[in-house]
């Protein structure tokens, strides 16, 4: 191990929560076995070295400032930061790189960080990437352009075909695949081809997944790609890490939690970036209300189109509110889900919350808004059926009969089984001999042996 001490990886984080939080988890994993590590970040959600003062924290001086990193339009405010970080970003690296007392051993980018791929050529620095999602959903946007030839995408064009199955995807259907909302379609094309160029060509790509979870899909990219490939998760309990949250996480839920009786609250949490209309937000509301149960719910600033004012909501919510509910604006959400009161997860389904529930034996309810979240959303409902869709749009009663399906009625249980079996899928692969265990093995001599 102590012959890692002096092996340094410096590694750059996409500056979203969803990409944050895997990154510095993936860097707490790799420090535990021996590795130096170092951060760069950009200036736009940097993040907070106190949290983790073993790693070092370096800025690449971005330039972005607050009023243009709306995430209105993801497309666009990914092309503008992969532009903005270029010229930084190399200037940086080379400094980084010929430090005489740390040389660099691997640098590991965010998959979306297109740029870096012949930056670290041009410094001569061995760059391997971090695919954030899953690897399901990894192959799907590989295959983007050969949809749309197909006529599959944009979904817009295919909406008489929404439930059609997408035959080279099983159980895909057409509106499960993923759609960004963007006025710029060929920055949204330039992304992915960047982003399937730069892993081709990368040192090995790591993934936070696991055989067991997504076996034929790993086995396909392995077809595909003639690269080292190192599915090593759930990130998240391979080590314990410092929050990587943006938002102050409000603890007094936990106390709450500890209140209320086993398997009996629906968690909802829609993750950093989605948000719903204010009349979506009231119906929320009502269903939660109807639903009878308790419940905690994060409302994001931000995260409703209008205002998120609690006096909007109807008086029947109120009244739910204060006699069995919770509002917080950030929760610790590994906390949450692990809490043996969270019966449910009302979730978008981005990667991150799906691995987190599924980590913990949580069934989900799902409601995916854009992106990879509709390819998880299908796989939770169809292939793991450890969740329920919630589907074609918001409705009080729907949302009610969902959250009571999985926390009151017979049938929550075998759902619960489920749920129960494919937790002890994701805790044994991290045990000794596990997959996750001999990947991260297989993933440290990978790192080490570019240096023989
Ligand atoms: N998260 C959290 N507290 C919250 C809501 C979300 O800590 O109140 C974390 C969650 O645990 C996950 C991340 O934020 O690790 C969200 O990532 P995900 O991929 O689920 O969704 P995204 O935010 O990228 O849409």
Redesign the pocket.
Known sequence: MNQRNNRRLVLFPVP????I?PMLQLAQILHNRGFSITILHTDLNAPDPSSHPHFAFRSIGDGLGQSEVSTSDLVRLMALINARCAAPFEERLREEASSPDTPITCLIVDALFGFTRDVAERAGVRRMVLR?GGATSLRVFARFRLLRERGYLPIEVSECRLEDPVAEFPPLQVKDLPGINTAEPKQLDQLLSDMIEGLRDSAGVILNTFEDLEQPALSLLRQEYPIAIFPIGPF?KCSSSS?G?L?A?DQSCISWLDKQAPNSVVYV??????AVSESEYSEIALGLADSQQPFLW?V?PGSVHGSEALEKLPSCFLAALEERGKI?T?????EVLAHRAVGAFW????????L?SISEGVPMICMPCFSD?KVNARFVSDVWRVGLHLNNGLERRKIAEAIRKLLVEKEREEVRERAAQLKEKADSCLRQGGSSFRSLDGLANHILASES
């Open positions: 979203f929560q969803g990409h939080n954030t998240h929050s949250s938002l996480e949490s829609f993750g950093s970036i989605a994060v994001r917080v950030w929760a610790p959400q590994q979730t978008h389904n981005g990667w991150n919350s799906t987190e979240q």
